[in-house]
């Protein structure tokens, strides 16, 4: 009972990040995806530095090298969800405009969703692991609620009304954290399983998604390259020293 408060508190907050897509109107474009750049560049830092320093030693203490198998298994499991569910990324100011609009808002409902279950089964597993994965969500989510906000724009939807439905779909997280917490117990595992599971969630985005963006963007630009690098390395430096203070 003692964790449920904590859960409540870190998915909610994760949930209110859908409205930092008010940013977009506040800053210019240019200046915002400059922002943006090496926001994404420590949000990698921090979902890789989460996962090597935090929930895979987690997850082999308790499971052994059967940690490694869920791993594997939440990255093919996260490519065939973006490839056959169209779960879609965006972490510019200006996404590419589609049909997809409600569609998109689905996949991010999901993606909320099991972002609550990540968040909650860290928690379970003891309070600096939650943080870690915490922060790190926040970090990646940032970025990534910006893009989502902007497709609802350029879908047709007004501004006051993108606001609240991309907040809707952010508090499927609230109901993922939920679920894991009311099922953890009763489902023999769960916890244990969910936390490599993450880890390989965490991988795949890192992976596919944010790094590929980052060697695009920062090919013709030295200077960009070195304020990505600084950036990524200072989310991981987050993540470890969260790592020693809060052991």
């Not at 990255?75 to 490839?83: G, H």
């Not at 969500?137 to 940032?142: A, P």
């Not at 916890?191 to 963006?213: H, M, Q, S, V, W």
Request: include cysteine; proline fraction near 3%.
């Amino acid at each position: 009972m003692e964790t449920l408060l904590p859960i409540f508190l870190s998915v909610f907050l994760v949930s209110l990040i859908s409205f930092v897509g008010i940013l977009f109107l506040a800053f210019k474009e240019k200046t915002l995806n400059s922002l943006l750049e090496i926001f994404i560049a420590f949000a990698c830092g921090s979902l890789l530095g989460d996962t090597f320093f935090h929930l895979l030693p987690e997850s082999v203490e308790t499971l052994g090298e059967e940690a490694f198998i869920w791993v594997v298994f939440s990255f093919v499991f996260f490519f065939a969800l973006e490839k056959f569910f169209y779960w879609r990324h965006c972490h510019e100011g200006h996404c590419e405009i589609h049909p997809f609009t409600y569609l998109n808002l689905i996949g991010d409902g999901l993606h909320n969703f099991l972002d609550g279950g990540i968040i909650a089964a860290s928690f379970l597993a003891g309070f600096p692991l939650g943080l870690g994965t915490t922060l790190a969500v926040i970090f990646h989510e940032i970025p990534q609620e910006i893009g989502d906000f902007s497709i609802l724009l350029y879908g047709g939807i007004k501004r006051k009304k993108a606001l609240w439905l991309n907040f809707l779909s952010g508090l499927t997280a609230l109901v993922g954290a939920a679920a894991v917490y009311l099922f953890a117990e009763k489902i023999n595992g769960l916890t244990e399983i969910l936390l490599p599971f993450a880890a390989g969630n965490f991988l795949y985005l890192a992976g596919t998604d944010i790094i590929p963006e980052l060697h695009e963007k920062g090919k013709h630009s030295p200077k960009n390259s070195i304020y990505q690098f600084l950036s990524l390395v200072s989310g991981l430096a987050l993540m470890w020293i969260l790592k020693i203070f809060l052991a």
